[in-house]
């Protein structure tokens, strides 16, 4: 059983910082892949940044210059750094991992329950 559990949400204005964490916790033999996704109101969740197990990271363009997502690979968990924060990234943020349980297993996909990141004007 493998948990992804989020933190660090919280209610910000406009041109505010934050910091998001994601502890993965569990049966984990590697992960392939690490991101967060976001999710607005009447909206589909849609990528925000991703690491991947070689080390390469994708941004959205919504974030690319505000956003910094990290992993510390000993503790399994992943960071989500977000400066001059706007109302538009008003959402909730999941954590997704790719992960195997098992040398044998195949990669999973687990998410996390999502955190409430609200930006004021």
């Known amino acids: 059983q493998v948990h992804l559990v989020e933190s660090g949400g919280a209610l910000v204005q406009a041109g505010g910082s934050l910091r998001l964490s994601c502890a993965a916790s569990g049966s984990i033999f590697s992960i392939d892949v690490m991101g967060w996704y976001r999710q607005a109101p009447g909206k589909q969740r849609e990528l925000v940044a991703r690491i991947f197990g070689d080390g390469s990271i994708n941004y959205a363009d919504s974030v690319k210059g505000r956003a910094t997502i990290s992993r510390d690979n000993a503790k399994n968990t992943l960071y989500l750094q977000m400066n001059n924060l706007k109302p538009e990234d008003t959402a909730v943020y999941y954590c997704?991992?790719?992960?195997?349980?098992?040398?044998?297993?195949?990669?999973?996909?687990?998410w996390g329950q999502g955190t409430q990141v609200t930006v004021s004007s």
């Open positions: 997704n991992a790719l992960l195997r349980a098992t040398l044998r297993t195949p990669p999973g996909d687990y």
